[in-house]
């Protein structure tokens, strides 16, 4: 994990684990560094984000803490925030 380009909450729930690592209940705000190339557009779909528009450079999407760890190795992915966190009701 680069804990460089999380935020201080993301980091948190993240060291929380509380879930497993599959589980996606974590809403987070990617900041890439561009518009996604169609191969990272399919990295973020994969990890949980919605990527919407091609040209775009702030995305957001639920993601698990291995979709969070698999972005914050991505050289393309300037930062992560947590936007909030999802509970079973």
Do not use: F, I
């Not at 994990?1 to 948190?12: E, F, G, Q």
């Not at 599959?22 to 900041?31: A, G, H, I, S, W």
């Not at 994969?46 to 050289?75: F, K």
Request: with cysteine.
């Amino acid at each position: 994990m680069d804990y460089a380009k999380l935020d201080a909450s993301l980091s948190a729930a993240v060291a929380a684990g509380d879930d497993g690592p599959e589980v996606r209940n974590l809403l987070v705000t990617v900041v890439l560094t561009a518009a996604p190339t169609e191969p990272q557009c399919e990295v973020l779909r994969g990890a949980g984000v919605d990527v919407g528009a091609a040209d775009r450079s702030v995305v957001s999407g639920t993601l698990s803490r291995r979709g969070v760890e698999e972005l914050s190795h991505a050289p393309w992915v300037r930062s992560l925030t947590l936007s909030s966190s999802r509970r079973a009701l």
